[in-house]
């Protein structure tokens, strides 16, 4: 069984948006799959009609090529265990809901939902199982001929798994341990339902599990107490041999307190829980996503990677490749992973530095161009060099860097009264000369020439710094001097010091 080839599958309900601790799911799988030389399926579980949203499985698909997780099979990436959409598999599931009826696992129920809803008042904590099947309408306690007629004349019916009571369940999970569980706290799942000759998630879901060849079922928390069902239809089934590995992680929490992440507190603390933005269909709601909102995607995984793993060390700073390489489902937490949007801007930033200028330069150029402005490609990269570390998100560098790109058309009131002295103006206007005669306008040569002149005229060093500085920038920021003035080159260098005498004369 150890020789089992690693196959796992990401296997979403396309009922919405995906919620971002469904991306945490799908990248362990990931993560887990590569690591194993092993294959990442993608399956759409969308046999529950009534919750069915247009465009989630699209935009499921969009996400994950946005963060360049890629799937070696399932819809829209082919394979040959299809169809991976779980509406498309009709036949093979009422062929297995057959295969267990026949050999008495299963059984056909015909109680209606008001039926069911009276046993519910009549009988607390009401459960549908061995305690109380045979006082129920089923072919378990109506004779065979008016089960047969009842179904010839149409009358719809469900099929119950037959879960057979007070039996210690083992449930191997990879991150929890032995996990046991007890049948009788179990009901008989609906598995299939005549009405729409569909099956339910139970079935649908081990059954692909099995017909796919998964070997780990990794996935939310959530689903834990179906685990058990998992195990006792895998055996219903005679598939003992091939029974997936668990391993059920963590839930994301929320930031502050307790309880699980919800999209409300995305709203109401200003961090969106969706990779991409989402356009409700049905209500008209735009909810922000991690790409509109400027994250790139290196970001969020290393971000997600940790929330509920970790490599055993410090390090926080990983790659795509270093994940693969370290990550370990032995070392994901029992216990729920606090959910610290700050630190998913941490991650952000960090992404930034690390990323190559002329990179960083391809993602501001749609910002600058926004703003009107169409600088030389060299220029935008040495700009973003220079700020790049004073951000979190990109679209930030505009607020930081526009003085490159556009020069002051007024001054800042407080620096202005801090930092223009009154001999600033003539100070000023001397600088300008200097610079002027100068034939190397390199950051080295204007720094060295100016320092010589502010020494050898005894003037004073911050005071000639503040005010060119408020001339160039236009308030009291920004980096080093004379890489601002080396970027702005000697026409434009000129003409802000110039014109800022004028104004603030
Ligand atoms: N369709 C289920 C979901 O959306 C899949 C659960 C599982 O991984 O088995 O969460």
């Given at each position: 069984m150890s020789e089992r080839k690693v196959r796992v599958r990401f296997a979403p309900s396309p009922t919405g948006a995906l919620h971002i601790g469904g991306v945490r799911t799908a990248l362990y799988n990931y993560l887990f799959a590569?690591?194993?030389?092993g294959d990442f399926i993608f399956r759409i579980e969308d046999t529950d009609s009534n919750r069915f949203v247009p465009g989630a499985e699209e935009y499921i698909i969009e996400s994950f090529k946005w963060l360049g997780l890629e799937f070696d099979e399932g819809v829209s990436f082919g394979g040959n265990h299809g169809p991976y959409r779980q509406s498309e598999r009709r036949d093979i599931y009422k062929k297995y809901v057959q295969v267990l009826l026949d050999n008495g696992k299963a059984y056909v129920a015909f109680d209606t939902p008001e039926e069911l809803e009276a046993k519910r008042k009549e009988i607390a904590n009401f459960q549908y199982d061995a305690s109380t099947r045979l006082s129920m309408r089923n072919s378990l306690s109506l004779p065979k001929e008016e089960v047969d007629a009842l179904i010839a004349e149409g009358k719809q019916y469900v099929v119950r798994f037959k879960i057979e009571p007070n039996e210690d369940v083992h449930v191997h999970d990879l991150i929890r341990g032995e996990v046991v569980i007890n049948s009788s706290i179990l009901d008989d799942k609906v598995l299939y339902k005549s009405a729409d000759e569909l099956p339910t998630y139970h079935l649908a879901n081990i059954v692909d599990d099995h017909l796919m060849e998964v070997s780990h079922v990794i996935r939310g928390e959530e689903w834990l107490p179906s685990a058990p069902l998992h195990v006792l239809l895998y055996r219903a089934f005679g598939w003992e041999d091939t029974m997936p590995e668990f391993a059920h992680l963590p839930l994301l929490l929320k930031p502050d307190g307790n309880g699980k992440l919800s999209k409300r507190d995305g709203?109401?603390?200003?961090?969106?829980?969706?990779?991409?933005?989402?356009?409700?269909?049905?209500?008209?709601?735009?909810?922000?996503?991690?790409?509109?909102?400027?994250?790139?995607?290196?970001?969020?995984?290393?971000?997600?990677?940790?929330?509920?793993?970790?490599?055993?060390?410090?390090?926080?700073?990983?790659?795509?490749?270093?994940?693969i390489?370290?990550?370990?489902?032995?070392?994901?937490?029992?216990?729920?992973?606090?959910?610290?949007?700050?630190?998913?801007?941490?991650?952000?930033?960090?992404?930034?530095?690390?990323?190559?200028n002329a990179e960083v330069a391809?993602?501001?150029?749609?910002?600058?161009?926004?703003?009107?402005?169409?600088?030389?490609?060299?220029?935008?990269?040495?700009?973003?060099?220079?700020?790049?570390?004073?951000?979190?998100?990109?679209?930030?560098?505009?607020?930081?860097?526009?003085?490159?790109?556009?020069?002051?058309?007024?001054?800042?009131?407080?620096?202005?009264?801090k930092r223009w002295k009154e001999d600033s103006p003539e100070r000023m206007l001397e600088l300008a000369d200097v610079l002027e005669a100068l034939d190397d306008f390199s950051l080295e040569h204007q720094e060295e020439v100016v320092m010589k002149w502010i020494a050898d005229k005894g003037y004073h060093l911050g005071n000639i710094m503040n005010a060119f500085r408020l001339t160039l920038v236009g308030e009291g920021k920004g980096p080093h001097m004379f890489d601002i003035s080396a970027v702005l080159g000697k026409e434009e260098t000129l003409r802000r010091i110039r014109r800022a005498v004028e104004v603030l004369k």
């Open positions: 590569r690591q194993h030389g709203d109401r603390l200003g961090f969106p829980v969706f990779p991409l933005e989402w356009h409700d269909p049905k209500s008209g709601e735009v909810s922000s996503g991690y790409r509109e909102s400027g994250y790139l995607p290196e970001a969020v995984i290393n971000f997600l990677a940790l929330l509920g793993w970790n490599p055993g060390n410090d390090q926080e700073i990983m790659s795509l490749d270093e994940l390489r370290l990550f370990d489902l032995h070392r994901c937490s029992k216990a729920g992973a606090k959910f610290d949007f700050e630190k998913g801007k941490w991650f952000n930033h960090e992404y930034i530095l690390r990323k190559d391809q993602l501001f150029l749609p910002i600058l161009k926004e703003h009107g402005i169409d600088a030389p490609m060299d220029k935008v990269i040495t700009v973003v060099g220079l700020m790049k570390d004073r951000v979190s998100f990109i679209k930030d560098l505009w607020e930081t860097c526009k003085f490159f790109f556009v020069a002051p058309t007024e001054y800042d009131e407080k620096t202005r009264k």
